[in-house]
């Protein structure tokens, strides 16, 4: 009768537990925050992580939990992180470096400088030949803020040169980087 009643006592902890929207002790090891996972893919498994804490079936529940780590563990695996092989400062009226040159494959990433008063943008004007209208789009920026943006890491896969411009002060910011294999 007493181990019932300690049974007991500990499932209506559980309960109030669950019931005041405490999360499962397993929960922190699911955090997707160094996982290599997006913003939305982050949500995307918050949100099936909840949808498996409500169901009943304790078994079922584990294998829905177990399920969904799995899925977004073999996604954060697939997204390798690009090598950053420049890091461009956009400041007032100019990028620093304003050249550079890299391997095929690497990337680039912009950086707004915290002291700058003027929106500036990133703008690639021209590139290799073969780059498509929709590798053309994802090298461009619109109008940012001045300071606390960054863009990229974008990766250069075809060699050749490209060249961007801040189109808002274009005769004074231009950056060229060369790709190599």
């Given amino acids: 009768m007493k181990r019932a009643a300690a049974w007991l006592s500990v499932g209506i902890v559980a309960l109030a537990l669950g019931a005041a929207g405490a999360a499962p002790t397993s929960m922190a090891s699911t ?21 498996c804490y409500k169901i009943r079936n304790k078994a079922k529940r584990k294998r829905c939990v177990k399920n969904v780590n799995r899925k977004y563990k073999k996604l954060s695996q697939s ?34 400088n915290n002291n700058n008063r003027n929106a500036h943008n990133v703008t690639l004007v021209s590139g290799p030949a073969g780059l498509t209208a929709k590798d053309k789009y994802n090298l461009t920026t619109p109008n940012s803020p001045a300071v606390g943006y960054t863009f990229g890491p ?11 411009v801040c189109s ?6 231009v950056f060229s980087v060369n790709v190599t294999n």
């Fill in 31 to 51: 955090d997707a925050t160094a996982s290599g996972l997006t913003a939305k893919q982050k949500r995307a498994k918050k949100k099936a992580l909840k949808k």
């Fill in 79 to 112: 997204q390798v992180k690009p090598k950053v092989a420049v890091t461009v400062g956009v400041n007032d009226d100019y990028f620093s470096p304003s050249s550079s040159t890299m391997k095929k494959g690497q990337a680039i990433k912009w950086v707004w």
């Fill in 154 to 164: 974008k990766v250069l896969n075809q060699t050749g040169t490209y060249n961007f």
């Fill in 168 to 173: 808002l002060h274009s005769t004074v910011m």
